[in-house]
Antibody, heavy 121, light 107 residues
Framework: EVELVQSGAEVKKPGESLKISCKGSGYNFTSDWITWVRQMPGQGLQWMGTIDPSDSYTNYSPSFQGHVTMSVDKSINTAYLHWSSLKASDTAIYFC??????????????WGQGTRVTVSS | DIQMTQSPSTLSASVGDRVTITCRASQGSFTWLAWYQQKPGKAPKLLIYEASNLQSGVSSRFSGSGSGTDFTLTIDSLQPDDVGTYYCQHYNSYSWAFGQGTKLEIK
């Protein structure tokens, strides 16, 4: 059974760093791209970027380029989303998704449960 | 970048109704479109991919159509469990774009 399990909720202060994770199981982790999506409180879904776990090639949304970093650790089937300096506006739920079919121009057929990030002084 | 516009933003319908949600792309001509359902506090769930293909395990009451810039999600015989927010999403090799969402409620 394909499953994406994300790390737990985080409460941070502005300026702090944070790395959240998304662990895949039940499939060949390096075969399918991973995407990250943000959902701010009461708002819709925003695409942040995608990463190819086989070679860590990344594609960022211009809205998030330079503010977050996507990475993977193939040895433990885990994708990460990292902030070096959080802002209050980063408060949101973050979802990871697995793209179908092994290519980047695809849809997400499985999703993690979401990680709630709260940034407040 | 391609912008996706959904209508309506909110929709209230009765059990048993047929409902339709539309999604329009600002440019392009493609079938690279998916539909997702999201319930409060939950992850999105894939319903339709490539504009008209039903995801495995999804009720056949859901169907998608369209190509080019105009797409439609139809739900036949609306059930109480269909409440939630529905998003269209365009995908290509370089980017994704979500519609703003359509909140579906039961009268």
């Amino acid at each position: 059974e394909v499953e994406l399990v994300q790390s737990g909720a985080e409460v941070k202060k502005p300026g702090e760093s944070l790395k959240i994770s998304c662990k895949g199981s039940g499939y060949n982790f390096t075969s399918d791209w991973i995407t990250w999506v943000r959902q701010m409180p009461g708002q819709g879904l925003q695409w942040m970027g995608t990463i190819d776990p086989s070679d860590s090639y990344t594609n960022y949304s211009p809205s998030f380029q330079g503010h977050v970093t996507m990475s993977v650790d193939k040895s433990i089937n885990t994708a990460y989303l990292h902030w070096s300096s959080l802002k209050a506006s980063d408060t949101a739920i973050y979802f990871c998704g697995k793209l179908s079919g092994g290519y980047s121009s695809s849809w997400a057929d499985y999703w993690g449960q979401g990680t709630r990030v709260t940034v407040s002084s | 970048d391609i912008q996706m516009t959904q209508s309506p933003s909110t929709l209230s319908a009765s059990v048993g109704d047929r409902v339709t949600i539309t999604c329009r792309a600002s440019q392009g001509s493609f079938t690279w479109l998916a539909w997702y359902q999201q319930k409060p506090g939950k992850a999105p769930k894939l319903l339709i991919y490539e504009a008209s293909n039903l995801q495995s395990g999804v009720s056949s009451r859901f169907s998608g159509s369209g190509s080019g810039t105009d797409f439609t999600l139809t739900i036949d015989s609306l059930q109480p469990d269909d409440v939630g927010t529905y998003y269209c999403q365009h995908y290509n090799s370089y980017s994704w774009a979500f519609g703003q969402g359509t909140k579906l409620e039961i009268k």
